[in-house]
């Protein structure tokens, strides 16, 4: 497990889930460890990782997981949400959350989790505040910035960057299957933490496209090659008949000549 940690947490520092805001909140004052010239304030790592720790264990006490409701506005954070709930069997709402979901029982998509998770506390208020009116626990990914009312479980964390976002959900989804016993901790897990992270649309067009332009470069490299080939072949068989009618334009002056006599 210490090797685990150590690992754990070399791996946090590289994707910069230490890395704080240049604001802080009262409440996470006990999570920072330092400020830099800058003033950007430096979360504990150590700390981050017992809380992912505790997170974990609170998310296995739930019995059904379909009862887990794991939400998040941000965009970075929604394909990180989705791969959690592939690998946990959690409901994973990522995008706009719909007001009433935990309160408003006409609607059609009501839901009564026993546990929420969000990636922001600011940015999924909505949730929290619908989850504190239905008396539901709350998981949150708090960066130093971070409201943390009706926050029950805050995992202190870089929550606005893509990589930070997505090793958080990778670690919290690795432990929770260590403690479900589906993974074994002594052969880890093979599935990769890149797997997690957001990717723009434009990149996977970008991708789609590259190939159909080195195709289509390539035929018109061929094209124009098969244009040079035509068009040395014609200059070779055509010209020296060109000069062959040679004899025609001169044969054409004179008699140009004698029309010039008539006049």
């Known amino acids: 497990m210490a ?17 704080g805001t240049r604001n802080i909140d009262h409440r996470m004052k006990r999570y920072v460890f330092r400020r830099t010239a800058d003033g950007i304030h430096i979360i504990n790592i150590g700390k981050t990782w017992e809380k ?12 059904n997981p379909a009862d887990i ?8 954070g929604s394909r990180a949400v989705l791969k959690f709930s592939q690998y946990t069997g959690a409901q994973a709402l990522a995008g706009r959350w719909m007001p009433g979901t935990l309160t408003n029982q006409i609607t059609t998509k009501y839901l009564e989790p026993r546990l929420l998770m969000v990636t922001d506390p600011r940015m999924d208020a909505q949730a929290v505040k619908e989850a504190a009116y239905a008396n539901i626990p709350v998981i949150a990914l708090a960066d130093t910035d971070s409201p943390l009312e ?13 990589e930070s976002i997505a090793l ?6 690795r432990e929770v299957q260590y403690l479900r016993g589906t993974l074994n901790r002594a052969n880890g897990w093979e599935v990769m933490v890149d797997s997690f992270f957001w990717k723009d649309p434009a990149e996977f067009e970008q991708e789609e496209d590259k190939p159909a332009q080195e195709n289509w470069g ?13 068009w040395e072949a014609g200059a070779d068989g055509n010209w020296d008949g060109a000069a062959a009618g040679g004899g025609d ?3 054409a002056a004179p008699a140009a000549a004698d029309d010039g006599n008539n006049w």
């Open 168 to 173: 958080l959900y990778w670690l919290l989804a």
């Open 249 to 251: 334009w001169g044969e």
């Open 3 to 19: 090797l685990t940690r150590e690992e754990d947490i070399q791996t946090m520092l590289v994707c910069k889930t230490h890395l």
């Open 69 to 76: 409701i794991v939400a998040s506005q941000r965009p970075y």
């Open 218 to 230: 390539a035929a018109k490299a061929d094209d124009w090659n098969q244009g040079a080939d035509t």
């Open 150 to 162: 009706h926050v029950d479980v805050a995992i202190p964390a870089n929550n606005k960057g893509k």
């Open 52 to 63: 992912i720790m505790i997170a974990a264990k609170v998310i296995v006490t739930i019995e």
